[in-house]
């Protein structure tokens, strides 16, 4: 008999982070995310979460609007829908459901673990099938002070953990950041990876002014430096060729990662499964970026474990991940939700094997972190 969903549930969690992490948009010292639940008639349960950056500082969807929208609208539209067809039911939502992407990549991301469970394969089968057993994983510098930063990065390194580094600016003045990047690339050295991530905080101007001397501090990629909705200023940026571009925000979902790629707007795609509208439409935006010659990046939304893990599995589908990812989330947190912590060493995540996302929610972490 085909499976049918049978229910869905949601709830919000508050966990701290192990510092305050500081960038233009926001300063985070707890992380919100909501976990999505979805049972089904054979007695299977899928998992799926979302998170936000600040609340409502990075964009349009807050964990409480996130909530709120699946239970009112997504819950009633799929439930005693056949389960084991996640396109379909993807048809049916998108026909139903306007923009919400992050709360469609929560569901969808459920509705697949689910189906893996079912077939007892990991997430990653259903998308062709892990190329990779691990994927390479970037920490980002944001404590706010310079030399804990350069503390950070050296613990890292020690550690075994990250050997590329993503430094969060744009929300001091120019030549304060150019100090503290600086400072940063001078105490790691030439092998380290520097990249650093503006979150919009430039005017084009201000853009162009910084990149001469980031590309001569040794600058490896310069991520979302101005506003979002100036693509011409991107393609002016991009057609440099001082330090090579990275669009994040620019990228919404498909229409934007075509806009983006035929306007040569950035030479990397940051792809994350939130911003783009789910697992789906993450690949669909992979797919645009490797025939349009854009390197790959695998973004995060600061997610815990069960996002990072849903991306980390399509992410092992992909044969070039050329700037790697930054799969850290669950690391900026001080607790975990999982029974068994996910395998971050040798600068890399290991990808579970299990079936679907390959990893058991811990039901007395989840209690402890809802938010009452
Ligand atoms: C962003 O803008 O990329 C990803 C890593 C991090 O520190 O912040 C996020 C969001
Ligand atoms: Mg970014």
Known sequence: MQPTIVDVSTHILDIPTIRPHKMSVAT?????????????????????????????????ES?????????????????????????????????????????KSAVESAIYDACARRLGVPLSALFGGAVHDEISVA?????????????????????????????????????????????????????????????????????????????????ELVEQPIHEKNLAGMARLTALGIVPIMADEALKGREDGFALAAN???????IKIEQ????????????IAQAADIALYGGTMLEGSISTLAAAHLFATVDKLEWGTEMFGPLLLQDDILVERMDYSDFT????????????????????????
Not at 276 to 287: N, P
């Open 139 to 219: 920490w980002t510098l944001a404590s706010g002070d310079t030399d804990k930063d350069i503390a950070e990065a050296r613990q890292m390194l020690d550690a075994r953990r990250h050997n590329i580094f993503k430094l969060k600016v744009g929300m001091r003045p120019l030549k304060d950041d150019l100090r503290h990047i600086a400072a940063i690339k001078s105490a790691l050295g030439d092998d380290i990876s520097v990249r650093i991530d503006v979150n919009q905080g430039w005017s084009e101007t201000q853009a162009l002014r910084m990149l001469r001397p980031l590309a001569d501090i040794g600058v």
């Open 264 to 270: 040569q707007c950035a030479d990397v795609f940051a």
């Open 349 to 372: 995540l290991k990808l579970p094997k299990g079936p679907g996302l390959g990893v058991t929610l811990d039901e007395d972490k989840v209690r402890h972190y809802t938010r009452k």
């Open 276 to 287: 783009a509208g789910g697992l789906l439409r993450a690949r669909d935006l992979i797919g």
């Open 63 to 103: 964990p409480e609007s996130i909530k709120t929208n699946i239970d009112a609208y997504f819950a009633p539209l799929i439930v005693g829908q056949p389960a084991d067809k996640p396109a379909a039911l993807r048809v049916r939502i998108d026909k139903a459901i306007k923009a919400n992407h992050f709360a």
């Open 28 to 60: 985070m010292q707890c992380q919100t995310m909501v976990l999505v639940r979805i049972k089904t008639s054979d007695g299977i349960e899928g998992i799926g979460e979302a998170t936000t950056i600040g609340g409502l500082n990075y964009g349009g």
